[in-house]
């Protein structure tokens, strides 16, 4: 009825493989598992999938898959949808070899053909979506650990067709990480793209979306909004909390401010209500949040 509150709740479906990503088009339904993509045939208002689904990607879930979450997104157009790959570990210290088609952006068409690498050096990123009135893609992305409380920042940015990103060489722009020392690629430090945002270190941000409704705020429209699930091996906590980036004109016009807190019970205990995961916009400009911790979708609307 459109009060904000569920009605009712289904299984829609079951027996996956650590899912994450979901999309819904051109009459299909399709999970981001942690190794492949499914497809399932989907017709609006089904509250539950039929079959198994076709596998359409193959995804690498090489062990010990410390970033399994996959994500996906279409195209303005539908025509190409674009997966988020996490790395396998934390700074490749199981070998590159270990990290093929990791720490990247895949791009493919509908039917899971035609694979591209987008972007790499992206060790984890896990939320995208395209900035309003551009076709520029943006994605969040978790950094490195275990060099420190303030390193690296994990940063919300542009993704440039191509363009690499650091991983595992080097860190927010040409800065190399100095466990890589006998393994340095100099060459890739150097085409190492610096991000447009840091969204504070190990804040482990997620999921992202544009606001492009009115109900909120003036200053919220078409600017970004991050989840941060916030850290976990951090002396004082960071994250845990819903972030605000203003954009104007397809680009950030001021630093990130805090949007949704009150996660935190006791920072100095490590104790916290909840951990914030996926963001979207509803058709009357409210927004829901996924919380993994409390398993509750929060929503968040403007005062009338």
Same mark, same amino acid.
């Given at each position: 009825?459109?009060?904000?509150?569920?009605?009712?709740? /289904?299984?829609?479906?079951?027996?996956?493989?650590?899912?994450?990503?979901? #999309?819904?088009?051109?009459?299909?339904?399709?999970?981001?598992?942690?190794?492949?993509? #499914?497809?399932?045939? *989907? =017709?609006?208002?089904?509250?539950?999938?039929?079959?198994?689904?076709?596998?359409? #990607?193959?995804?690498?879930?090489?062990?010990?898959?410390?970033?399994?979450?996959?994500?996906?997104?279409?195209?303005?157009?539908?025509?190409?949808?674009?997966?988020?790959?996490? !790395?396998?570990?934390? %700074?490749?210290?199981?070998?590159?070899?270990?990290?093929?088609?990791?720490?990247?952006?895949?791009?493919?068409?509908?039917?899971?053909? $035609?694979?591209?690498?987008?972007?790499?050096?992206?060790?984890?990123?896990?939320?995208?979506?395209?900035?309003?009135?551009? +076709?520029?893609?943006?994605?969040? @992305?978790?950094?490195?650990?275990?060099?420190?409380?303030?390193?690296?920042?994990? *940063? &919300?940015?542009?993704?440039?067709?191509?363009?690499?990103?650091?991983?595992? &060489?080097?860190? &927010?722009?040409?800065?190399?990480?100095?466990?890589?020392?006998?393994?340095?690629?100099?060459?890739?430090?150097?085409? =190492?793209?610096?991000?447009? @945002?840091?969204?504070?270190?190990?804040?482990? !941000?997620?999921?992202?979306? &544009? *606001?492009?409704?009115?109900?909120?705020?003036?200053? *919220?429209?078409?600017?970004? /909004?991050?989840?941060?699930?916030? !850290?976990?091996?951090?002396?004082?906590?960071?994250?845990?909390?819903?972030?605000?980036?203003? /954009?104007?004109? $397809?680009?950030?016009?001021?630093?990130?401010?805090?949007?949704?807190? $009150?996660? @935190?019970?006791?920072?100095?205990? +490590?104790? %916290?209500?909840?951990?914030?995961?996926?963001?979207? %916009?509803?058709?009357?400009?409210?927004?829901?949040?996924?919380?993994?911790? !409390? +398993?509750?979708?929060?929503? %968040?609307?403007?005062?009338?």
């Amino acid at each position: 009825d459109k009060d904000g509150i569920a009605e009712q709740r /289904f299984i829609f479906a079951q027996d996956l493989n650590q899912p994450f990503g979901m #999309l819904i088009q051109d009459g299909h339904f399709y999970i981001g598992n942690t190794n492949a993509l #499914l497809r399932f045939e *989907y =017709t609006v208002g089904d509250t539950i999938l039929k079959g198994t689904g076709k596998i359409i #990607l193959a995804l690498p879930d090489t062990k010990p898959n410390r970033h399994w979450t996959k994500n996906i997104i279409p195209n303005k157009d539908g025509s190409k949808l674009y997966v988020a790959v996490g !790395s396998s570990s934390n %700074v490749a210290e199981n070998g590159v070899n270990n990290e093929v088609r990791r720490a990247c952006i895949l791009e493919i068409n509908p039917d899971g053909t $035609g694979e591209k690498i987008y972007a790499s050096g992206l060790r984890n990123p896990v939320g995208m979506a395209w900035a309003p009135g551009t +076709n520029i893609l943006w994605t969040a @992305v978790n950094e490195r650990d275990e060099i420190g409380d303030d390193l690296v920042p994990d *940063y &919300f940015t542009s993704v440039e067709r191509d363009g690499f990103y650091g991983w595992p &060489f080097a860190y &927010f722009g040409e800065n190399p990480d100095p466990r890589m020392k006998d393994n340095q690629n100099m060459v890739m430090v150097k085409k =190492t793209i610096k991000p447009d @945002v840091p969204v504070g270190s190990h804040t482990a !941000s997620l999921g992202i979306t &544009f *606001y492009e409704k009115k109900a909120f705020p003036a200053k *919220y429209q078409n600017g970004a /909004f991050v989840t941060q699930h916030g !850290s976990w091996n951090r002396s004082q906590l960071s994250g845990y909390k819903v972030i605000f980036v203003p /954009f104007s004109g $397809g680009k950030p016009s001021g630093a990130p401010e805090d949007f949704l807190t $009150g996660f @935190v019970a006791e920072p100095g205990k +490590n104790d %916290v209500y909840g951990r914030p995961v996926g963001i979207t %916009v509803l058709d009357d400009g409210s927004m829901l949040i996924t919380d993994d911790t !409390s +398993n509750t979708i929060w929503r %968040v609307a403007s005062k009338s």
